[in-house]
């Protein structure tokens, strides 16, 4: 719509409505792109938020099969606090 065509609706209605009712229509008009818009903002947000939910799931499932196939491959979880030469820590002679 150009210009011209909206200014003409405009004067149409202000002439059919008079002033009052066109301010009480502008009023309700404005709460009503109002609420839209809040309501277009939170569905974006949700979206948005169940994006980054569903990439982090994703992660996380990523790296539960590469922590399972470690335990797989050494038959043991990964986190062994063994010495260096292979007997466990607690188990090793001290030799001061």
Do not use: C, H
């Amino acid at each position: 719509m150009d210009f011209p065509e909206i200014a003409l609706i405009l004067l149409v209605a202000f002439i059919f409505l008079g002033p009052e009712k066109m301010m009480e229509l502008a009023t309700k008009l404005g709460d009503l792109l109002r609420k839209v818009r809040e309501t277009w903002d939170e569905l974006r947000y949700q979206m948005y938020m169940e994006s980054i939910n569903q990439k982090v799931l994703e992660e996380q499932k990523k790296v539960d099969e590469l922590e399972d196939q470690e335990v797989k491959e050494d038959g043991t979880a990964g986190t062994s606090q063994d010495a260096p030469n292979g007997t466990p820590e607690g188990t090793q002679k001290q030799t001061d």
